[in-house]
C-alpha cells in the first residue's frame, strides 16, 4: 500500500515524494519576502490515497485507446498500467511481450543494485604501495563519480576527488619520492564495451566510456552532461585518470602503466625514511563516494550510461560473479527472481539500456516499479527519489510541455525515459486527479520521429493523470 506523500513545491521535486517509504520529512521552499509576491506554486507529486474506488478499467481503455494508437508510436507499442494499491491491471497491450527497453533498463539497474548493495554502501579508490620504493599503485574501485578536484561539483556534488587522495598519499609518503604510478582496474572483467553498442557510442563524443573500474567523471574529459551525448570521454579513462594522479603527487606521467597492486598488508605503511623498509601493498590512502542511493540518483536522474554500468557490476560482485557484462546480466536476473519479479521477462546484455540487443517487458517494469513503491522492500523505495519528475528535473525537464494539454501532468508523473534510434518508452508512476497511484510503462518501437514520438507518449501519461476515470 502506498503511504500519504506531502505535497512540495517549488523548487523541491524530489522533497518529500513517498514519506513513508524513505522516512525523509517533508521540505518546503521558504516564504519569499513580502515585497516580492509570487503566485501561489503549482504543488508537485501531490498527495496519493489509498482509499476511494479503484479506476475502472472499460474507461482506462476508452481514454487511451486513441492515443495509444497515434500513428507517431509507431506499428508496436507495448504498454501496462496498474492501480498500485489494489494490484489491479488498468490497462494493456502487449505486456508480457519484450521489446527494446532503451534507458527503462536502468530502473531494473536501480533496483537490483539498492536491493544487492543497500542504499548506504560506498565505493572506494584506494591507494597502495607498489612493489619497488616510490611505485604507487591507484586500486579502481568502481567508483565512476570520482571528481578530479574541487571545480568538478557541478556534474556529482559530494564526490570524492583525487587531488584529495593525491594530498593523502604524499603526506603517508612523507620524504619518499614517487617514481612510478601503476594503475591496477582488475576489479573489473571482460570485455569493455557491451554487444549491441555502436562504435560511435563509445566514440570521444559519445554516450558512455569504457567501462573501467578507475575513471574520473565519468569518463568525461570535462565535468559536464549532455543527455543526448556530446560529451567528449577519454579513449582509455582508467590511464588518463592515473596520468592526472601522477602530476598531483609529482610522478613522471610518462611513467604511468597499467599492473596488479601487491598483496595488501594490513595496518601497515611505508616508511617516510627512504633508507626504511619499503613494505608493498600497504594502504597510502583511500576515498569513499557518496551513499550508493546518491549514485543511483545520479545515474536516474540524467540518464548515465557509465554510472548504470559500474551500478550493475556491483550486483555482480556482491552475488559473487565476475564483475562484467555477463555477470552483471546474470546477477541482476537472479536478483529479481529473488525479489520474487518475473526475470525470464528481460533478456539483458548491459545494464545501461544502450544495447538493442536487450529486450524487458512492460509488465516487469510495472511489478519492479510497483513493488518498489508497495513498502515490502523498503531500499527499493529510494528509486524515487532519483526518477526525473515531468516538467521539471533530469531527463523530464523538458517533457509534457507540449502540446499544451499535457501541461496538466508537470510535476505528478515521475518516470524513467528511453530513447535510441526507432525506440521511445517511458516507465514510471503518477498520481491522477483522484490520487489514486498508477505504476506504468509505455515502449513503442518503430515510430519514424522520435520528438513525435515522445510526446505521444507523453499524451498518454499525462491523459491518465487528468482521468477521472
Known amino acids: 500500500m502506498i503511504g500519504a506523500v506531502g505535497i512540495v513545491v517549488r523548487p523541491g521535486p524530489v522533497d518529500g515524494w513517498l514519506d513513508a517509504l524513505t522516512g525523509e520529512p517533508t521540505r518546503t521552499t521558504p516564504a519569499p519576502a513580502p515585497t516580492t509576491p509570487e503566485p501561489t506554486p503549482t504543488p508537485v507529486l501531490v498527495a496519493a490515497e489509498a482509499d476511494g474506488s479503484v479506476p475502472d478499467a472499460a474507461a482506462v481503455k476508452a481514454a487511451l485507446d486513441p492515443l495509444v494508437n497515434a500513428k507517431a508510436l509507431g506499428p508496436t507499442v507495448h504498454i501496462r498500467v496498474l492501480d498500485v494499491a489494489s494490484d489491479t491491471v488498468l490497462y494493456e497491450r502487449n505486456p508480457e511481450k519484450a521489446t527494446t527497453p532503451a534507458s527503462t533498463t536502468k530502473v531494473l539497474t536501480a533496483a537490483t543494485v539498492l536491493a544487492a548493495r543497500g542504499a548506504a554502501y560506498r565505493l572506494e579508490t584506494r591507494v597502495v604501495a607498489g612493489s619497488?620504493?616510490?611505485?604507487?599503485?591507484?586500486?579502481?574501485?568502481?567508483?565512476?563519480?570520482?571528481?578530479?578536484?574541487?571545480?568538478?561539483?557541478?556534474?556529482?556534488?559530494?564526490?570524492?576527488?583525487?587531488?584529495?587522495?593525491?594530498?593523502?598519499?604524499?603526506?603517508?609518503?612523507?620524504?619518499?619520492?614517487?617514481?612510478?604510478?601503476?594503475?591496477?582496474?582488475?576489479?573489473?572483467?571482460?570485455?569493455?564495451?557491451?554487444?549491441?553498442?555502436?562504435?560511435?557510442?563509445?566514440?570521444?563524443?559519445?554516450?558512455?566510456?569504457?567501462?573501467?573500474s578507475l575513471m574520473t567523471n565519468a569518463g568525461r574529459i570535462q565535468p559536464v552532461h549532455n543527455e543526448f551525448g556530446g560529451d567528449p570521454r577519454y579513449a582509455d579513462p582508467a590511464l588518463s585518470a592515473g596520468k592526472l594522479f601522477a602530476k598531483m603527487i609529482g610522478s613522471p606521467q610518462t611513467s604511468v602503466k597499467k599492473g596488479a597492486a601487491p598483496a595488501r598488508a594490513a595496518d601497515a605503511a611505508p616508511s617516510a625514511d627512504p633508507a626504511g623498509t619499503w613494505t608493498p601493498g600497504a594502504e597510502l590512502g583511500r576515498v569513499?563516494?557518496?551513499?550508493?542511493?546518491?549514485?543511483?540518483?545520479?545515474?536516474?536522474?540524467?540518464?548515465?550510461?557509465?554510472?548504470?554500468?559500474?551500478?550493475?557490476?556491483?550486483?555482480?560482485?556482491?552475488?559473487?560473479?565476475?564483475?562484467?557484462?555477463?555477470g552483471a546480466a546474470e546477477a541482476m536476473a537472479d536478483k529479481l527472481a529473488e525479489l520474487g519479479l518475473p526475470?525470464?521477462?528481460?533478456?539483458?546484455?548491459?545494464?545501461?539500456?544502450?544495447s538493442k540487443r536487450n529486450g524487458i517487458t512492460p509488465a516487469l517494469l510495472v511489478e519492479t516499479l510497483a513493488l518498489a513503491a508497495g513498502g515490502s522492500q523498503p531500499a527499493l523505495g529510494n528509486i524515487f527519489n532519483g526518477l526525473p519528475v515531468a516538467g521539471w528535473s533530469g531527463t523530464m525537464e523538458t517533457r509534457f510541455a507540449t502540446p499544451s494539454g499535457n501541461a496538466t501532468a508537470q510535476g505528478v508523473v515521475r518516470a524513467k525515459t528511453g530513447t535510441l534510434s526507432g525506440v521511445n518508452t517511458l516507465a514510471g508512476v503518477l498520481v491522477t486527479r483522484d490520487r489514486r497511484v498508477l505504476a506504468f510503462a509505455i515502449m513503442a518501437k518503430g515510430g519514424a520521429d522520435a520528438v513525435a514520438a515522445r510526446s505521444a507518449i507523453d499524451e498518454v501519461a499525462a491523459r491518465l493523470v487528468a482521468c477521472g476515470c
Open 288 to 326: 569513499q563516494s557518496p551513499p550508493l542511493v546518491q549514485v543511483v540518483d545520479w545515474m536516474l536522474q540524467q540518464s548515465d550510461n557509465v554510472l548504470a554500468e559500474v551500478l550493475g557490476r556491483q550486483v555482480a560482485l556482491a552475488a559473487g560473479k565476475e564483475a562484467s557484462f555477463t
Open 132 to 212: 619497488a620504493p616510490g611505485e604507487v599503485v591507484i586500486v579502481g574501485g568502481g567508483d565512476a563519480t570520482l571528481a578530479v578536484e574541487e571545480d568538478d561539483k557541478d556534474l556529482f556534488p559530494g564526490a570524492a576527488r583525487l587531488d584529495d587522495l593525491a594530498e593523502q598519499v604524499k603526506k603517508t609518503l612523507g620524504g619518499v619520492k614517487p617514481t612510478r604510478v601503476v594503475v591496477d582496474t582488475s576489479l573489473f572483467e571482460g570485455p569493455e564495451t557491451a554487444q549491441g553498442w555502436d562504435a560511435w557510442d563509445v566514440s570521444p563524443g559519445g554516450q558512455v566510456a569504457r567501462i573501467q
Open 343 to 354: 526475470a525470464d521477462q528481460a533478456t539483458l546484455y548491459d545494464a545501461s539500456g544502450l
